[in-house]
């Protein structure tokens, strides 16, 4: 299984696009692993997770097909993990020669309202599939099953874990700490690679919609001790640039995630 973390910013991007906080002026004067844009993955060339506001960016960036998507699966229905407008592109004369069309796009209620709101399933190349938490979806050669994040009190966010025949992936992105049924169903089971968000960084408070890094560290310790861990969607309120955060992730047996980095497993 191929992923490419193709952003790992917080709704705001990072530098912010309006901000001029000391966080923003370093990341701007550094460049590199701290310039992020808003988080999504790739997984081979034909599944994805979330479709932000910089998608055009990332297909520019990481020379990424989307001709080739077959299957986008969606956390929440936030503007910065799921931008509805860009799938009215789908359809002629904005795109011709998708290779398997329809696309399905998997969400919870929220999101499968939204779609066909904005996007209408008789005139677009799409398919809305509505999600249950805790039930598997098998999608060509994966089985993604949607996890119940603790996010927005308004909607039934989910974080998804990600299985072949030999791999188990955890995608926990916009989610605070788990509640107990959630945490009793990832517990019970093994991983290969757990991608976490970790919004608040080092910051101290409680991780009710998003996660901190000793939040982060409590869920591994839970789910799997031993497991390569890899933290992702990152504000620059945290105050801490790329380098910064390895300093403290990594003597912890954490990777600091950056834009584009790909993860084989």
Known sequence: MRIQILGTAAAEGWPAVFC???????????????????????????????????????????????????????????????????????????????????????????????????????????????LEAFVPVKANDLRFIPITAHHSPNEHCLNYVIESDSVRVLYASDTGEYEQPTLDFLAALDYDLLIIECTQGALPGPATSHMSFEAVLRLRDKIGPTTRTVITHFSHNMGLLHDEFEAIANPEGVEVAYDGIVLEC
Do not use: W
């Open 20 to 130: 001029g906080c000391d966080t923003c002026v370093r990341a701007r004067a550094a460049g590199g692993h701290n310039l992020r844009s808003r988080s999504s993955i790739q997984i081979d060339d034909i599944y994805k997770i979330d479709l932000p506001p910089d998608t055009f960016h990332h297909v520019l960036t990481y020379d990424i097909n989307l001709s080739n998507l077959e299957h986008l699966f969606i956390t929440h229905s936030h503007h910065d993990h799921f931008a509805v407008s860009e799938l009215y592109y789908t359809r002629p004369p904005f795109a011709h020669n998708i290779r398997k069309p329809p696309i399905r796009i998997y969400g919870n209620e929220t999101v499968a309202d939204t779609v066909r709101t904005k996007v209408s399933e008789d005139s677009h190349p799409i398919e809305v599939v509505t």
